[in-house]
C-alpha cells in the first residue's frame, strides 16, 4: 500500500504545473506538466477575467444576474481586449515558476518583424482569395455603402491583443517549453494541437468535410507560425500574421472567421457562393481545400528551409 501511494505522489509531483524544478523530471511527466500548465492558464485566466466583466457590466448600469448584458458584438471586443490578462498571467507564470524572462518567449528588439508578418499574411490570403474568386466559389458584391471605420479600428486592436495572446500561450510558452525536453518537430505538433483546439467548438459544428478540413488547415497555419517564429528567432512575426489574417478576413473582406457568421464592420462584401469544399462551407474559407493548397504550400517552403539551416533548438 505505501508503494503504491509513493508511486501516486511521485507522479503528481511529477506532474505538478507549479513546480520550479523540471530538471530531474521523466521526459513523459515533463509532457504531461507542460500541457496541464496551459490548460491551467487558459481556463486559470478565463477565471480570473469572467468577474471582471461582471464589474464591468455592473458598473455601466447592467444587471447581469437577471439576463442585462451587453451587446454580442460589444461581448466579442470585450474578451478580444481582456485577453490582455492572459498575456500578463503567462509572463508572470514564465517568471516565476520556469524562471524565464519575456525574451525567452520571443519578446526582443526584432518587434519590425511583426510588419513582415502582415506582409505574408496579405500574401496568403491574396492566394486563397484569389484561387476562390477565379473559382466562383466567392463572390465581390462590391464595397459596403456604409463602413463603421470607428467599429472597424476597434475589432484591429481587439486582433492584436487576440493574436499576441494565442502566439503567446501556443508557441512563446508551450512550444519553446516543450522543445527544452523534445525535439522541436514534436513541440511544434503539440502546441500546434492546443492552438487548434479552442476552435473545435466552432469547427465541430459544421458538416464532416469542412470539420476534417478545417482541422488540417489549422494544424498547418498553426506550423507556419511556428516555422516563422523559429526561422525569424522572435514572436513577431507570428503575431503580425496572425492578427492580419484575421483582420483582413473579417473587418477587410466581411468573411467568416473560424466559423463564427455575426454582424461584424467590414469595407468590402465577399460571401460565399453556395456550399462547397472550395469556400469552406458554413466555416468559410479557413475550411476550403484551396487554402489547404496554398497553405500546405508555404509550410512545405518554411519547412525546406527548417531543415536547410539544421535549426535543431529554438534560439531567441
Keep these: 500500500m505505501s508503494a503504491v501511494f509513493s508511486a501516486v505522489k511521485s507522479f503528481i509531483k511529477g506532474i505538478n504545473p507549479f513546480s520550479m524544478k523540471d530538471e530531474n523530471v521523466p521526459t513523459f511527466f515533463f509532457l504531461i506538466r507542460k500541457i496541464l500548465s496551459f490548460i491551467v492558464l487558459y481556463f486559470g485566466c478565463m477565471l480570473i477575467a469572467e468577474p471582471i466583466i461582471i464589474i464591468i457590466h455592473y458598473a455601466m448600469g447592467y444587471d447581469v444576474l437577471h439576463g442585462e448584458m451587453l451587446s ?11 485577453y490582455i490578462i492572459h498575456i500578463g ?4 507564470y514564465c517568471k516565476i515558476f520556469e524562471r524565464r524572462s519575456p525574451k525567452t518567449l520571443g519578446f526582443n528588439k526584432k518587434i519590425i518583424e511583426y510588419l513582415k508578418g ?3 499574411a496579405v500574401v496568403l490570403l491574396a492566394m486563397c482569395l484569389g484561387l476562390s474568386l477565379l473559382t466562383d466559389s466567392i463572390k465581390y458584391n462590391g464595397i459596403f455603402e456604409v463602413v463603421d471605420y470607428k467599429l472597424i479600428l476597434a475589432f484591429m486592436g481587439g486582433f492584436i491583443i487576440q ?3 494565442e502566439e503567446v500561450m501556443c508557441r512563446g510558452f508551450l512550444m519553446t517549453s516543450l522543445a527544452k525536453r523534445v525535439p522541436i518537430i514534436i513541440a511544434i505538433f503539440i502546441s500546434s494541437l492546443a492552438f487548434a483546439w479552442p476552435h473545435f467548438s466552432s469547427l465541430f459544428k459544421a458538416d464532416l468535410i469542412y ?4 482541422v488540417i488547415n489549422l494544424l498547418l497555419v498553426s506550423a507556419i507560425f511556428a516555422l516563422y517564429m523559429i526561422n525569424d528567432g522572435n514572436i513577431y512575426v507570428a503575431c503580425g500574421l496572425h492578427f492580419f489574417w484575421n483582420f ?5 473582406c466581411g468573411l467568416n472567421l473560424s466559423g463564427k457568421d455575426g454582424e461584424t464592420a467590414a469595407i468590402f462584401n465577399l460571401s460565399t ?3 462547397s469544399i472550395l469556400n469552406g462551407g458554413q466555416y468559410g474559407i479557413e475550411a476550403s481545400i484551396l487554402t489547404t493548397l496554398v497553405l500546405t504550400t508555404c509550410a512545405v517552403l518554411l519547412a525546406y528551409k527548417f531543415k536547410k539551416q539544421d535549426i535543431r533548438k529554438i534560439e531567441f
Design 163 to 165: 493574436s499576441a495572446m
Design 72 to 82: 454580442p458584438t460589444a461581448m466579442t471586443l470585450m474578451k478580444y481586449y481582456g
Design 211 to 214: 470539420c476534417i478540413i478545417g
Design 89 to 92: 498571467v503567462i509572463i508572470l
Design 273 to 275: 457562393n453556395g456550399n
Design 248 to 252: 483582413i478576413l473579417l473587418n477587410i
Design 118 to 120: 502582415m506582409l505574408v
